[in-house]
């Protein structure tokens, strides 16, 4: 069955940005049980420090299981977004599709 947030999230109409003209009436997500979980797609060097590199795990986000715990430094790359998750953060995706980053 679908949760809740999902149901309400649904329910409502959404107006774009830019040049529509007309609501959105409803947003498609993936279904929760599709999800294959997959490591991440490539490793980047960056730098949160200078003078000081490190490998980053970029992740695509529709290979994430809902409840996983990811640490930092990762990326995750979405379609329409990109989420940096600095040293000693970690973030999660709920089965509402809403992304958590707390620090350790």
């Given at each position: 069955?679908k949760?809740?947030?999902?149901?309400?999230?649904?329910?409502?109409?959404?107006?774009?940005?830019?040049?529509?003209?007309?609501?959105?009436?409803?947003?498609?997500?993936?279904?929760?049980?599709t999800?294959?979980?997959?490591?991440?797609?490539?490793?980047?060097?960056?730098?949160?420090?200078?003078?000081?590199?490190?490998?980053?795990?970029?992740?695509?986000?529709?290979?994430?299981?809902?409840?996983?715990?990811?640490?930092?430094?990762?990326?995750?790359?979405?379609?329409?977004?990109?989420?940096?998750?600095?040293?000693?953060?970690?973030?999660?995706?709920?089965?509402?599709?809403?992304?958590?980053?707390?620090?350790e």
């Open positions: 069955g949760t809740r947030c999902q149901k309400v999230r649904h329910s409502r109409a959404f107006r774009p940005f830019g040049q529509r003209s007309r609501e959105l009436t409803k947003i498609t997500m993936p279904d929760a049980e999800v294959v979980e997959a490591g991440p797609v490539k490793i980047r060097a960056a730098s949160f420090a200078p003078s000081k590199t490190s490998d980053l795990a970029v992740y695509d986000s529709g290979t994430i299981a809902f409840d996983r715990e990811i640490e930092g430094p990762a990326v995750i790359e979405e379609k329409t977004t990109t989420i940096l998750v600095p040293p000693g953060w970690s973030i999660r995706l709920d089965r509402c599709h809403a992304w958590y980053m707390w620090r």
